[in-house]
């Protein structure tokens, strides 16, 4: 079993920068896809970005170049440095993880952000 648990989020003006970090609970997290999704109101939840056990990412094309995804397995954590956010990116994000050739995904319990002036 593992939980995780989502920090970070908040209120930040167009332009602003917000890191998102997720602590996961469990073992083997080094090898867990790790991920970030996000829901705005009334859209249907979205990839934001992945990175494998091995390091390699993916990212959605809306957050390419403005979003990076990283972690930390000495402290089982995740983060996402946003940089040059736009009102778009409101929503809630959540983290997923999710152990290569198992069936079950976790996910965390989502933090708001919001991009406002």
């Known amino acids: 079993q593992v939980q995780l648990v989502e920090s970070g989020g908040g209120l930040v003006q167009p332009g602003g920068s917000l890191r998102l970090s997720c602590a996961a609970s469990g073992s083997f997290f080094s090898i867990y896809t790790m991920g970030w999704y996000r829901q705005a109101p009334g859209k249907q939840r979205e990839l934001v970005t992945t990175?494998?056990?091995?390091?390699?990412?993916n990212y959605a094309d809306s957050v390419k170049g403005r979003f990076t995804i990283s972690r930390d397995n000495a402290k089982n954590t995740v983060y996402l440095q946003m940089n040059s956010l736009k009102p778009e990116d409101t929503a809630v994000y959540y983290c997923?993880?999710?152990?290569?050739?198992?069936?079950?995904?976790?996910w965390g319990q989502g933090t708001q952000v919001t991009v406002s002036s």
């Open positions: 997923n993880g999710k152990r290569p050739l198992f069936p079950q995904n976790y």
């Open positions: 990175i494998t056990g091995g390091g390699s990412t």
